[in-house]
Every structure is written in structure tokens, then in C-alpha cells.
């Protein structure tokens, strides 16, 4: 199948308990600000996209308690974020300056520094997720459930 994207990126596969597309593989295409969702059922192929608020790099489906693993190319780290994740959370490495569009100088007004967000899997949206501490400007994300 062939798809007319401009930047497709980081791909994962959807958690089953997930509230909308479980079991689907996920392709992000960042600088187009969307998702694409594929589904395998009995044979038959079957893509949604979800457009998206901001530009994302990469997903990670909470799937309960654990730990949120996030990559910072620019400080050159692996930065662990802890906390009660909601068995539904969806947690997104924003990165404004990567969107189509985006100044050749960024951060700028209207696109500042990456970081972390929350998306709605049924509008697109993207909100900043609160956090305390030291600035996160994640890149790459993994999350890891308690026990495994």
C-alpha cells in the first residue's frame, strides 16, 4: 500500500486494551502531523489516520503502572519519567520545530522546544502533560510496565 507522506517516522505497535485502535500498527509521520493506523483483521487491510494537533516524533501506549523511558538527543541522555500512569494514558514526544512549516530557527515564537504531551486518540489533539522537575525534550519513547 502506498502512502503520499512526507517524513514517516517511528511506528509501534497499539496495546489491545487501548481505548481506540487496540491491536493496529501505528506509523507516525511527523513532519505531516498525522497517524496512520493499520489493522489485519481476517485477511482484510483496513487504514485510519488521525491528524494531529502538533508534530510528534514518537508514542508510547501506558499500559498501567511502570516507567516512561525518554531519549534527549541534545543532552545525549535516557531520562526516566515515574508517576501514576493511567492505564489509557497515550504520551507524545511534541517536537514543534520538526512540523512542515517550521522556521529554519527554532525554537520560535510559535514553535518552542519539544516536549512531552498527552494525545487524544479519538480528536488528535495534543496537550502538554504536567510534569515536575528538570525540562524533558524527549525524542524517542518507550514504556516499560512494572514486572517486566
Not at 512526507?6 to 505497535?13: E, H, I, K, L, V
Not at 496495546?15 to 513532519?31: I, K, N, V, Y
Not at 508534530?55 to 501506549?61: K, Q, Y
Not at 501514576?84 to 512549516?101: K, L, W
Request: charged fraction near 15%; aromatic fraction near 8%.
Amino acid at each position: 500500500m502506498r502512502l503520499a507522506l512526507t517524513d514517516p517516522d517511528s511506528n509501534s505497535a497499539v496495546p489491545r486494551h487501548a481505548p481506540r485502535f487496540g491491536g493496529d500498527f501505528m506509523l507516525t509521520s511527523q513532519a505531516d502531523k498525522q497517524q496512520i493506523f493499520a489493522s489485519f483483521g481476517h485477511g482484510a487491510k483496513r487504514l485510519r489516520v488521525l491528524n494531529l494537533s502538533q508534530s510528534v516524533d514518537d508514542t508510547a501506549w501506558a499500559t498501567g503502572d511502570g516507567l516512561l523511558f525518554a531519549t534527549d538527543a541534545d543532552a545525549d541522555t535516557v531520562d526516566v519519567v515515574t508517576g501514576n500512569f493511567a492505564e489509557s494514558s497515550i504520551f507524545v514526544a511534541v517536537t514543534p520545530c520538526d512540523a512542515a512549516g517550521a522556521p529554519a530557527t527554532c525554537p520560535a515564537p510559535g514553535f518552542p522546544p519539544n516536549y512531552l504531551g498527552m494525545l487524544s486518540p479519538w480528536t488528535g489533539h495534543v496537550s502538554r502533560a504536567l510534569l515536575s522537575g528538570p525540562r524533558l525534550d524527549p525524542k524517542g519513547m518507550l514504556f516499560l510496565p512494572s514486572g517486566d
